[in-house]
């Protein structure tokens, strides 16, 4: 079945380093590779996302990177400030007529002062 | 603010009961997306309407059903409810049914006892 894992679990830096998100998914008709935020008490909030017709895409401190050969993308966020902490979800979706979410099971990173 | 607006915010209710979860989606989107977030399942796709019709279904129990409405907002039906259907319940919504970003609402917390 269609399934996304999601690595490291937990993950803690110091403030001005990067932090580095790994997902792999299982469904090769996976297209569409979004980044979610959730920040305490909030709803999941859009990030950043690619689409499998290209491999990395850049969005000020935040990247994406795609391997469609490997089956895994990443996130990657430079120079981490103290908002940055917050649970990050990576998600895999088919561009089928649904588009549901599948969700990795969360990063919650901190970044420390 | 993601412009998905969800109520109530939190629901206490007993076993045995039947709840109903309201999702007014941004405007414009046609699409609505329910989500259940628990701390072992994570975040797990439910149910999708696009304009008024199920698109696509995902692990949601027969005894929770949806619907959309004309004016496009949708309404999450739980019923004989058990302790462990506590969890947060989000909505999301897109522009059409593929192809677009889902932003996602504020979430219901459910909490049976």
């Known amino acids: 079945g269609e399934n996304v894992e999601q690595h490291p679990s937990t993950l803690s830096v110091q403030e001005g380093d990067s932090a580095v998100i790994k997902c792999t998914y299982s469904?090769?008709?996976?297209?569409?590779f979004p980044w979610y935020k959730q920040e305490l008490g909030k709803g999941p909030q859009l990030i950043i996302d690619?689409?499998?017709?290209?491999g990395e895409k850049k969005d000020q401190r935040i990247a994406v990177t795609l391997n469609k050969t490997a089956k895994h993308f990443s996130l990657h966020i430079t120079e981490t400030q103290p908002e940055d902490s917050a649970v990050y979800f990576c998600a895999a979706s088919r561009m089928d007529s649904s588009y549901k979410l599948i969700f990795g099971s969360g990063t919650r990173l901190l970044v420390r002062p | 603010d993601s412009g998905v607006t969800q109520t109530p915010k939190h629901l206490i209710t007993a076993t045995g009961q039947r709840v109903t979860l309201r999702c007014s989606p941004r405007?414009?989107?046609?699409?609505v997306y329910w989500y259940q977030q628990s701390l072992d399942q994570g975040l797990q796709f439910l149910i999708q309407y696009y304009n008024g019709e199920e698109r696509a279904k995902g692990n949601i129990l027969e005894r929770f059903s949806a619907q959309q409405f004309p004016d496009l907002h949708s309404e999450l039906n739980l019923s004989s409810l058990e302790l462990g259907d506590s969890a947060l319940y989000f909505c999301?919504?897109?522009?059409?049914?593929?192809?677009?970003?889902?932003?996602f609402g504020p979430g219901t917390r459910l909490t049976v006892l």
């Open positions: 690619i689409r499998s017709n290209v």
């Open positions: 469904d090769s008709a996976s297209n569409y």
């Open positions: 405007s414009g989107d046609l699409s």
């Open positions: 999301a919504s897109s522009f059409y049914s593929g192809g677009f970003e889902q932003f």
